[in-house]
């Protein structure tokens, strides 16, 4: 069957189906719940998320249109942001560029058989002489909020890769300190407005079992079943995500120029991830806004999200 590409405007027919069956999505719905969180936005004291609705449909479709659930996320969302700000969060494509040449963060330009988006992290191999592991994890970060503006993995979900081939027992270490851990199971669990359909670990060292057990509790036992452990068998990956859909690293068809292009899509969404880092949680600023590159948008105009987004048609 032929994928879709990853960055695709709009839906497919079998998409719409898909966010009526399993989202609970149609217009009347869409409208009605739209209305009831924006109500429950301007309610809360010190709160001023975005408003648009290209933005809020991400937590309704990420909650399947439980209204109370999608509006804990948007809160989630933006108090994980503060918490976070310069450290994991609230950085741009540009602020960030030296680690996106780096090729270890990288959206698949081909959507999964079913529509899902792949983001693959090539943890184990970045170089810890150049950035840290927060930094890397920032990044990934950027790729998953411009991923999220396309509505394909809005209703399709997404999969993660996450590629351990040269990690080290000092780098592993330090990436599951409890800290970085609870960050991390904190956003995937309660903060990402997207249904994560599965987490891939591939060439994971003889001692990240160890490592896994005691890292296990911070996630739930959805996710941990979501979690598939692969090791050097590739075979086992392509059962879930097509050679087409992955880079040579992986057993797949994808090289250098992918890479370029999804740097270039990066870049050309500065814009984008300098407007959602601009926005005030419990009263405040975020606290990295002044590293950002980008000038500041006049928030008083009518300008969304969607319109800050360049995707290549399918």
Not at 43 to 72: C, H, S, T, W
Not at 92 to 103: A, G, R, Y
Request: proline share 5%.
């Amino acid at each position: 069957m032929e994928l879709l590409p990853a960055w695709m405007k709009g839906t497919t027919p079998e998409m719409d189906k898909k966010a009526e069956k399993e989202l609970g999505e149609n217009p009347e719905r869409r409208a009605e719940a739209l209305k009831e969180l924006r109500i429950l936005i301007k309610e809360e004291p010190g709160f001023q998320p975005l408003m648009e609705e290209e933005f809020l449909i991400r937590f309704l479709r990420g909650r399947k249109y439980d209204v109370d659930r999608a509006f804990n996320t948007v809160k989630n969302y933006y108090s994980l942001k503060s918490r976070y700000s310069g450290i994991i969060t609230d950085f741009t494509p540009k602020d960030l560029k030296f680690i996106l040449e780096m090729d270890k963060v990288f959206i698949s330009p081909k959507r999964a058989r079913d529509g899902e988006g792949i983001l693959i992290s090539f943890l184990g191999s970045f170089d810890t002489d150049v950035c840290t592991i927060e930094q890397h994890i920032a990044a990934c970060l950027i790729g998953i909020e411009v991923g999220l503006e396309t509505e394909g993995s809005q209703i399709c979900g997404s999969h993660c890769v996450i590629d351990m081939k040269g990690m080290t027992f000092k780098k592993l270490k330090h990436f599951c300190h409890p800290s970085l851990i609870t960050f991390v199971a904190r956003f995937a669990q309660d903060v990402v407005p997207c249904r994560i359909n599965g987490v891939h670990f591939v060439n994971e060292p003889f001692y990240f079992g160890a490592t896994y057990n005691i890292i296990k509790p911070f996630f739930s036992k959805k996710l941990r079943e979501r979690m598939h452990f692969h090791s050097t068998d590739l075979e086992s990956l392509h059962k879930y995500l097509p050679p087409e859909t992955l880079p040579e690293e992986l057993g797949g068809h994808l090289g250098k120029k992918d890479f370029q292009d999804f740097r270039t899509m990066m870049l050309q969404n500065n814009a984008l991830l300098d407007r959602l880092n601009t926005y005030v949680f419990e009263g405040k600023k975020s606290s990295n806004q002044s590293n950002n590159s980008c000038p500041k948008l006049d928030l008083n105009t009518d300008v969304t999200t969607r319109t800050l987004f360049n995707v290549t048609p399918p």
